[in-house]
């Protein structure tokens, strides 16, 4: 066998593995390099993540103060305005009425007879002389005939009568009879006279009998409900109506004022002025006709202290019904140049009435006013010029230097328009009645009615 040789290169001192401990410690060291250079850069990575989270910050918060900015503008309170100008305005009387026709018929039988036929409608209109109603006429044609046939029979014994006294004139005249036989005649033909007027009466008698068969209009008017048929018999003597006519065209409306306004009314009475009176509805919102003061009664009533006018209205659209109901507005006066703003635009808090008045710049501003006479939606005020615009919308949101913005509507005209659309020129100082209504009343020297204006924000 041979013998294993010792190797030269290799020694006997030295081992072997130390030889691979070089590289193993440049790996490690290489290793530990890359941790750290990785660590480095987790840390720039989280910076820059931060840096980009600040910038968004800040970029977020810029867009939202602008967009709170931006939405502090569009906030501005929408409202409506209406300028305050100068104009007359008249103080009323308001006052409770009741329409009344100026005639009333009832028209009853004034013969007896069976109804022949009823010749108008129900709620017709007819006029005077018109034929209603018509009853049989024959029993009174022949009451005619035999009261003709009478007066005839005795008129010819009037003629023979009368040709008697002038033969025994003559006869007389030459001494033939004796005087006692001529004035026997004479007498005798004043008998005939007296029969024949008698029969006359008797045949006009006939007439207006006859002529009562054709029942007429005795107005021009409106007729009621029917209340008799064809066929039925009526009688002289009852009391049951045939037909009832109202004259509505003109017609009038009775109301009562407190006697304390008498003294305003009767000063215009001396002067000769016309006295204009306005027919409203229920409401209040709604002129039915205009007319003009007729008359006074001659005395207050003591027990309810008022006093009774009367006022005529033309009718002509026949707005006016008789027993309605209405509100009479009594001009009593003319207020010129007076501030005028629509009511909807006065306000009140526990200080008094106040508006909202816009500036050039959008803002409003609380201005305390005094109220005075109203009419319908429109108020005569002091306290604000003319010219001035004042809010008439959005009062809940606004107070003293808010912004707003208006949204009026287009209009040609920008006068404060009355109750009825057209221009103010009167107003409503005081009313008074004893008939029950939805409107509240006043008594006499009380506040004037619709001299307050509807509730609204508190001042600020």
């Not at 810029?62 to 309170?77: D, G, P």
């Not at 629509?342 to 305390?368: C, E, H, M, W």
Request: aromatic letters at 6%; charged letters at 15%; one cysteine or more.
């Amino acid at each position: 066998m041979a013998e294993n040789l010792p190797d030269e290169n290799r020694s006997t001192n030295s081992p072997q593995r130390p030889a691979a401990s070089a590289p193993n410690q440049t790996a490690a060291y290489s290793q530990s390099q890359s941790k750290s250079h990785a660590w480095i850069w987790i840390v720039l990575v989280l910076l820059l993540c931060a840096v980009a989270f600040y910038f968004y910050r800040q970029h977020a918060a810029a867009e939202a103060a602008a967009k709170a900015k931006a939405s502090q503008q569009v906030r501005a309170v929408p409202i409506t305005t209406a300028s305050a100008r100068s104009g007359p305005i008249g103080v009323y009387i308001n006052a409770l009425g009741t329409v009344t026709p100026v005639y009333t018929v009832t028209i009853t039988s004034r013969v007896d007879g069976q109804i022949m036929s009823v010749n108008y409608k129900e709620g017709q209109m007819v006029q005077k002389g018109d034929l209603l109603i018509q009853i049989d006429p024959r029993p009174y044609e022949a009451a005619l005939k035999q009261a003709e046939g009478t007066l005839a029979h005795d008129q010819a014994l009037l003629n023979e009568a009368k040709i008697d006294l002038n033969r025994y004139q003559e006869a007389f005249n030459r001494n033939a009879i004796a005087k006692q036989q001529l004035d026997d005649q004479n007498q005798t033909v004043l008998q005939y006279e007296g029969s024949v007027k008698n029969d006359q009466g008797t045949v006009d008698n006939a007439k207006v009998n006859l002529v009562y068969t054709n029942i007429t209009a005795p107005i021009s008017g409106r007729v009621g409900l029917r209340l008799v048929d064809p066929g039925n018999i009526v009688q002289s003597a009852s009391t049951t109506a045939l037909v009832v006519i109202t004259q509505l065209q003109p017609i009038t409306v009775i109301f009562s004022i407190a006697e304390d306004y008498l003294p305003q009314v009767q000063k215009q009475l001396r002067t000769g002025t016309k006295m204009a009176v306005d027919a409203l509805d229920r409401d209040q919102t709604t002129k039915l006709a205009s007319g003009s003061l007729l008359t006074l009664d001659n005395q207050i009533d003591t027990t309810t202290g008022t006093l009774k006018l009367k006022a005529i209205f033309p009718n002509q659209d026949f707005a006016l019904f008789p027993n309605q109901f209405v509100n009479a507005r009594l001009l009593v006066d003319t207020q010129e140049n007076a501030t005028l703003i629509p009511v909807a635009a006065i306000q009140r808090n526990s200080k008094g009435a106040f508006v909202y008045v816009v500036s050039s710049d959008n803002t409003v501003t609380l201005q305390n006013i005094t109220v005075g006479t109203t009419d319908g939606n429109v108020a005569s005020v002091t306290g604000i010029n003319s010219g001035d615009a004042v809010a008439t919308t959005g009062f809940d949101k606004l107070q003293t230097g808010a912004k707003v913005a208006v949204h009026n509507q287009p209009s040609n005209d920008s006068t404060p328009a009355n109750a009825n659309g057209s221009p103010a020129t009167n107003t409503t100082t005081a009313s008074t009645g004893n008939r029950k209504s939805g409107q509240p009343q006043t008594a006499p020297g009380s506040k004037p009615i619709g001299s307050s204006a509807p509730s609204g924000a508190n001042s600020q």
